[in-house]
């Protein structure tokens, strides 16, 4: 799919799509004539009055498209409406088989046009995943998006943001498409080429420590968590220097390619989902192709702890108590809290490779997704001034997260018996202990750790968003990090 900026429209499109502001007697500009008074004429007769209204599909002749489609932007279009609109007339014009299609936007006259323009072009490159990857014959989707054209007179100012609403929403497709990729192929091996996939096409330093290489450097806790799999676990690095000999930081992702529970195996119903139990890992690579991409003035490393929980005859089990690269020995009492043992390995790892500050992404609970849903990602902390900035970022971004305590007293709950640690402090509060529980990995650095196992996947489609891997906070991150540096905190 092509997204370009043109002052003309080409004559061949499948639709066309207008904006209308409600109240404003103003058309989008650059448009034909006859364009403009169709549009004047839904305008007249009040249609297209509400946010995504959209009943106006007019069949046109000898204007630039086949279809013109006059949607509402509502009375309060800001960045979020704006993308949320784009995901969904992309999508359904997509659907109806629309291969080329122009967007003319009128814009309330208050707004940002720039940031509007990069959410649009987000939401268009976002509206293109559909998570048929294995779909052959008549359930194959052909439906493929060509070209698609944003009609402005404005110069180059609009165009590098487009060109950064592009970049962002590909490298959040890129992160949905592993996320929905099955779990007989992407294994923590497969993951880490992928990530050096990236890294060849965006020149971002990669590399990743093979099961003899973990092993040798004693990271036992995720050696533990992968043993009852043939596939061994990987812990794969992306590094951006982008900002000289700034510090560093760490962006570390759970990479459990699929979580069966291990021997403390999880009830058959929805098992499969667990093939995104590796989404923080596939967010975190989508985020360092995307900041590569941008050669955002920063400096990052991105760490992915890759491993499949699996029973077997090798498999650790309950009772277990297993060591850890940061030296604390872990008492596990369910197989099935094992990305919390993953992630001890991969903050500690993140440090060690010069990380002076820690966000990490990991699908870690069904707690959390009792606590705050679907649409919310949890945030605990060790540090609230950096966290203020992290929760300011993502309301910008349009995405939800919440803050969660972390008080000392959820370590009590998982103090060992046998070993330092307890992988479970039980039902309650179990977002909160599991927290507590990386806490003990992050050597008192800040650190933040966002809970995703709520957002991570869409169980239904919706209007604007496929089923299954959202991609959500991805946004956020990119911003934070980025907001992080210019700070320098
Ligand atoms: N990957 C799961 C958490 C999860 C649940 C993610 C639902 C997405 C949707 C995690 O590894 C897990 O199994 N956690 C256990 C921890 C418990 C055994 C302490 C849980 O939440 O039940
Ligand atoms: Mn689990
Ligand atoms: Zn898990």
């Given at each position: 799919m092509r997204i370009r900026l043109e002052n003309k429209l080409p004559g061949d499109l499948d639709y066309l799509v207008v904006t209308r502001v409600p109240g404003s007697d103003a058309v989008a500009s650059g448009?034909?004539?006859?364009?403009?008074?169709?549009?004047?004429?839904?305008?007249?007769?009040?249609?297209?009055?509400k946010y995504l209204e959209t009943e106006n599909t007019l069949y046109t002749e000898g204007g630039?498209?086949?279809?013109?489609?006059?949607?509402?932007?509502?009375?309060?279009?800001?960045?979020?409406?704006?993308?949320?609109?784009?995901?969904?007339?992309?999508?359904?014009?997509?659907?109806?088989?629309?291969?080329?299609?122009?967007?003319?936007?009128?814009?309330?006259?208050?707004?940002?046009?720039?940031d509007l323009y990069?959410?649009?072009?987000?939401?268009?490159?976002?509206?293109?995943?559909?998570?048929?990857?294995?779909?052959?014959?008549?359930?194959?989707d052909e439906k493929v998006l060509e070209d698609v054209v944003f009609l402005t007179d404005s110069g180059s100012d609009l165009k590098d943001r487009v060109e950064r609403g592009a970049v962002i929403g590909e490298g959040i497709n890129l992160a949905r498409y592993l996320s929905n990729e099955t779990p007989n192929v992407m294994y923590p091996e497969r993951l880490a080429q992928?990530?050096?996939?990236?890294?060849?096409?965006?020149?971002?330093?990669?590399?990743?420590?093979?099961?003899?290489?973990?092993?040798?450097?004693?990271?036992?806790?995720?050696?533990?968590?992968?043993?009852?799999?043939?596939?061994?676990?990987?812990?794969?690095?992306?590094?951006?220097?982008?900002?000289?000999?700034a510090p560093y930081t760490g962006v570390v992702g759970k990479g459990i390619t699929f979580d069966s529970g291990g021997i403390s195996i999880k009830p058959a119903e929805h098992m499969d989902h667990m093939k995104m139990d590796m989404s923080g890992g596939a967010w975190t690579i989508g985020i360092m192709k995307i900041l590569a991409q941008l050669k955002a003035p920063v400096n990052v490393i991105g760490v992915v702890a890759a491993a499949e929980n699996l029973p077997g005859g090798g498999a650790y089990r309950p009772g277990d108590v297993v060591g850890s690269l940061e030296g604390k020995s872990i008492e596990v009492?369910?197989?099935?809290?094992?990305?919390?043992?993953?992630?001890?390995?991969?903050?500690?790892?993140a440090r060690r490779l010069g990380a002076t500050r820690l966000v990490d992404m990991a699908t870690l609970t069904?707690?959390?997704?009792?606590?705050?849903?679907?649409?919310?990602?949890?945030?605990f902390t060790s540090d609230q001034a950096w966290t203020?900035?992290?929760?300011?970022?993502?309301?910008?971004?349009?995405?939800?997260?919440?803050q969660m305590p972390l008080f000392p007293e959820y370590k009590e709950q998982i103090k060992g018996t046998t070993g330092d640690l307890l992988n479970t402090g039980g039902r309650a509060g179990g977002s909160c202990t599991a927290a507590a529980f990386l806490k003990e990995f992050t050597g008192g650095v800040p650190w933040i750790h966002l809970d995703i196992a709520g957002t991570a996947y869409t169980e239904s489609e919706k209007p604007y968003q496929a089923k299954g891997p959202s991609g959500q906070i991805?946004?956020?991150?990119?911003?934070?990090?980025?907001?992080?540096?210019e700070g320098n905190k």
């Amino acid at each position: 799919m092509r997204i370009r900026l043109e002052n003309k429209l080409p004559g061949d499109l499948d639709y066309l799509v207008v904006t209308r502001v409600p109240g404003s007697d103003a058309v989008a500009s650059g448009l034909d004539e006859k364009t403009t008074a169709l549009v004047n004429k839904v305008k007249e007769l009040g249609g297209a009055e509400k946010y995504l209204e959209t009943e106006n599909t007019l069949y046109t002749e000898g204007g630039p498209a086949k279809r013109l489609v006059v949607v509402g932007t509502g009375k309060e279009f800001d960045v979020a409406a704006a993308r949320k609109l784009a995901q969904t007339i992309t999508r359904s014009l997509r659907k109806k088989g629309g291969k080329r299609i122009g967007f003319a936007f009128q814009l309330p006259e208050a707004a940002n046009a720039g940031d509007l323009y990069q959410a649009l072009a987000e939401g268009v490159v976002h509206s293109t995943f559909e998570p048929g990857f294995y779909y052959t014959g008549e359930n194959k989707d052909e439906k493929v998006l060509e070209d698609v054209v944003f009609l402005t007179d404005s110069g180059s100012d609009l165009k590098d943001r487009v060109e950064r609403g592009a970049v962002i929403g590909e490298g959040i497709n890129l992160a949905r498409y592993l996320s929905n990729e099955t779990p007989n192929v992407m294994y923590p091996e497969r993951l880490a080429q992928e990530a050096e996939k990236v890294a060849k096409e965006t020149g971002l330093e990669f590399h990743a420590l093979d099961e003899n290489q973990l092993i040798e450097g004693g990271f036992k806790a995720i050696m533990a968590v992968g043993q009852g799999s043939i596939h061994k676990p990987r812990m794969i690095v992306l590094k951006h220097n982008g900002a000289g000999d700034a510090p560093y930081t760490g962006v570390v992702g759970k990479g459990i390619t699929f979580d069966s529970g291990g021997i403390s195996i999880k009830p058959a119903e929805h098992m499969d989902h667990m093939k995104m139990d590796m989404s923080g890992g596939a967010w975190t690579i989508g985020i360092m192709k995307i900041l590569a991409q941008l050669k955002a003035p920063v400096n990052v490393i991105g760490v992915v702890a890759a491993a499949e929980n699996l029973p077997g005859g090798g498999a650790y089990r309950p009772g277990d108590v297993v060591g850890s690269l940061e030296g604390k020995s872990i008492e596990v009492l369910n197989t099935d809290a094992e990305g919390r043992i993953v992630l001890a390995d991969g903050l500690a790892y993140a440090r060690r490779l010069g990380a002076t500050r820690l966000v990490d992404m990991a699908t870690l609970t069904g707690a959390i997704v009792v606590a705050l849903g679907n649409t919310v990602t949890g945030v605990f902390t060790s540090d609230q001034a950096w966290t203020d900035l992290f929760l300011k970022t993502a309301i910008n971004a349009g995405e939800r997260a919440w803050q969660m305590p972390l008080f000392p007293e959820y370590k009590e709950q998982i103090k060992g018996t046998t070993g330092d640690l307890l992988n479970t402090g039980g039902r309650a509060g179990g977002s909160c202990t599991a927290a507590a529980f990386l806490k003990e990995f992050t050597g008192g650095v800040p650190w933040i750790h966002l809970d995703i196992a709520g957002t991570a996947y869409t169980e239904s489609e919706k209007p604007y968003q496929a089923k299954g891997p959202s991609g959500q906070i991805i946004r956020t991150m990119v911003d934070f990090v980025i907001a992080t540096a210019e700070g320098n905190k």
